[in-house]
């Protein structure tokens, strides 16, 4: 079976996609500021892929060999999936003292690490997905956050089971909150519809922003 997803995005489509990931998560930044006391925080995503879900999982196992933490949401409208901000377990730690101001004891640290892992994927996710959605003018609606802990592949095999053809799109993140460097992923899972519509949507963006068609990058406005 081909593990390669059927509805791949042009070169023009995922760099447009990048830009709107990038503008999310600057945003997101921005959010995550004002939560830890206006205190430096920088977000990049150095790299955005779409890929299916065998190869997120064997990204992701290559990646990370001990266990994760990760946020996980719901996502629903025009565009329909899971998103999930996933660290190692060890860096999940490192965020909460970030947050925190690095001035609690490693016992407070773990009685408020649920809490504050939530709120900062709610934050982050939030905030990134629902830039990326206003500027492909639509909407999302995002369920409340949920931790969720263990290895790579079972974050990609959550009930209800997915779909054969669902495929990932996979960005590495990096953080550095309060000096400290954090590592990161994001994944949005997406069944084939979604895809599909998330192509047809950057299709009309870029046609918006450019005059050029996505199908035709070369014909002019």
Known sequence: MNPHPPTVLTELELDALTELVNIGVSRAAASLREMVGRQEVILSVPNVVVVSRTEAIALLSKQESNRLVAVHQVFEGDITGRALLIFPETNSLELVRAVTGGELSLEDILELEQEALAETGNVILNGCLATIANMLQRSLKMSLPEILRGQGPEFFELEPPPEAG???????????????????????LMDMPSLSALKHLLGEFIERETGQSAAHPDATA
Request: proline residues 0%; charged residues 20%.
């Open 166 to 188: 669902d495929v990932v799109l996979f960005l590495y993140i990096n953080f550095a909150v309060h000096e400290r460097d954090i590592r990161g992923y994001i994944a949005m």
